[in-house]
């Protein structure tokens, strides 16, 4: 089945630093890329959709310049949360829309962002 | 906006069936998922409503109306493993024909023995 990829599973990195995490989606072509985050015993809150080849859009409160996304391609999304902050600290999942309709959409494993 | 709503938590016993209901308010209803996630996973896809109308896959069974933004997930003969949140999602499409796809807060399922 459609599969999409996401690493790292896990980081841990200092506060200030950036962190990139890649989603790729293996056996098909993801035109549009949707991105989560979640907080502990919370729901995956839409960050962004990205779109391969034009910029991305935003959910309302989600800061732009801070988690930048990009979609170069039809098998890849990258989200690099820049100056991280031990409040970024998240559970954050990207999702693919899969080719028909019923069958919905895909998710990544997810990586668990830890800022220190 | 959107608006989705369902219990924060449920417990049920072992064997028994359950049933977690999904309100939900969205301008451009394009249909309507359950999914299932374990603590620390990704969202595995259960079952998926655009009709009015039941949806059964196995132990797992979906409803929906969408004259009253209702769904429900009927989970039967559950076992411990069925110990998870149960996530209702709502495809909604925008201007501009894209969709996007909402999450409810999640209800948190304990089957006891």
């Known amino acids: 089945g459609a599969v999409v990829s996401q690493h790292p599973s896990w980081v841990i990195c200092k506060s200030g630093t950036s962190v990139k995490i890649e989603c790729r989606s293996l056996?098909?072509?993801?035109?549009?890329m949707f991105w989560y985050r979640q907080f502990p015993k919370q729901s995956l809150m839409l960050m962004a959709t990205?779109?391969?080849?034009?910029?991305?859009?935003?959910e309302q409160g989600v800061e732009k310049d801070k988690f930048l996304i990009n979609h170069a391609s039809l098998t890849l999304s990258t989200l690099t949360v820049t100056s991280a902050h031990p409040e970024d600290s998240s559970f954050y999942i990207c999702s693919a829309r899969l080719p028909h309709a019923q069958d919905g959409y895909t998710f990544g494993s997810g990586t668990r962002l830890t800022v220190v | 906006g959107q608006n989705i709503d369902q219990p924060t938590e449920m417990t049920a016993t072992e064997g028994a069936i359950v049933q977690i209901n999904c309100t939900y308010q969205t301008s451009g209803f394009n249909g309507l998922f359950w999914y299932q996630q374990h603590a620390g996973e990704a969202p595995t896809f259960l079952s998926y409503n655009v009709l009015d109308g039941l949806e059964e896959k196995g132990r797992f069974s979906s409803f929906l109306s969408r004259s009253k933004g209702y769904s429900y997930l009927l989970l039967k003969e559950l076992q411990m493993k069925d110990s998870a949140s149960y996530l209702c999602a709502v495809r909604d499409r925008l201007s501009g024909g894209y969709n996007k796809l909402i999450f409810g807060a999640g209800t948190r399922l304990a089957v006891h023995p």
């Open positions: 056996d098909f072509q993801a035109t549009t």
């Open positions: 990205s779109n391969e080849g034009s910029k991305a859009t935003y």
